[in-house]
């Protein structure tokens, strides 16, 4: 199917912020979320569209800061991206269903419990609340704040940033806590993620994201709560081979009785980039059972 590109124009901190969506299929909306992250633009969902484009109208847009194009300046904060989530959803799609990765997961819980219906059902695609750098070190400090700003700075900023964005780091953060099979980040797809990378901007929400800038919730008692507020099932997806600590958040979710989740037998974070037929599949089971988008029951 053929896709569509059009172009939001949002406006932040005095600044317009030129940002990338693509929409195809037909059918009901689905809103495909990308994960925040250093390589993450609306294209890793393309494969999940391409999937799902038979039965829904699939939008996936870049967030604000992220993405293949250039990108302004901003001191992105979690508000920034709370903002962006509530203007999109009031101005530009209503979704029947809305299908979030990584950190995006996070927002769109708070939004479901904050203004309950304006996401349509949830599909969360191996969820987080806490970034990289707090995740690792088990909490958040107050000198993460002061290191995530350095990338500000106009010379020692951008030297700071390519220190952290370089192929060899960009390939031990992949095969350690991204993609279960090492070899999937090759050749083009490689070369693309490395030019997400590069484009002007992108380190200021890059870096900010990784020190935990950007965590959507402040705590998984917080993570918890906005699940548990929200009427109806959600569906939680993730691979079982997900890092530890991420697992364990995951798992707390997954066992509230609200939600659905589906353990897939291989796959880490971008389960749903290496592992679209698996990840696919369970959304559309989801999405065919009572209280379904189709507004049908599943035959057997």
Not at 133 to 154: K, Q, S, W
Not at 162 to 186: E, Q, T
Not at 204 to 221: E, I
Not at 225 to 231: G, L, V
């Amino acid at each position: 199917m053929d896709v569509r590109h059009s172009e939001i124009t949002w406006s932040w901190d005095g600044r317009p912020v030129r940002i990338a969506m693509d929409s195809v299929g037909t059918g009901p909306t689905l809103l495909l979320l990308p994960a925040l992250s250093s390589i993450s633009t609306r294209g890793e969902m393309r494969p999940l569209q391409d999937r799902l484009a038979a039965s829904f109208t699939c939008i996936t847009v870049d967030w604000p800061g992220f993405g293949d194009q250039p990108r302004p300046y901003a001191a992105w904060s979690p508000n920034a991206y709370r903002t962006f989530l509530a203007y999109l959803l009031a101005e530009i799609v209503s979704p029947a269903a809305t299908v979030a990765a990584g950190h995006a997961a996070g927002y769109v819980l708070a939004q479901a419990a904050e203004r309950p219906g304006s996401t349509g059902r949830l599909c969360l695609v191996a969820p987080t609340w806490r970034g990289p750098l707090p995740t690792m070190m088990g909490r958040h400090h107050p000198a993460f704040a002061r290191v995530a700003r350095l990338v500000d700075y106009p010379i020692i900023g951008p030297l700071f940033y390519r220190l952290n964005v370089n192929p060899f780091v960009i390939g031990k953060m992949v095969s350690g806590h991204v993609y279960s099979d090492p070899s999937f980040l090759a050749g083009e797809r490689l070369r693309e993620k490395l030019a997400v990378t590069r484009a002007p901007g992108a380190r200021y929400a890059s870096f900010r994201f990784v020190s935990g800038q950007l965590d959507p919730m402040p705590s998984r008692s917080a993570f918890l709560q906005a699940a548990e507020r929200i009427p109806g099932p959600i569906l939680v997806i993730y691979g079982a081979a997900t890092p530890r600590k991420s697992k364990a958040e995951i798992q707390a979710l997954a066992s509230l009785p609200n939600v659905q989740a589906v353990e897939l037998p291989a796959g880490k974070l971008a389960v749903h980039e290496e592992f679209p037929d698996q990840v696919a599949k369970a959304i559309q089971d989801f999405l065919a059972s009572p209280g379904s988008v189709h507004g049908a029951t599943p035959q057997p």
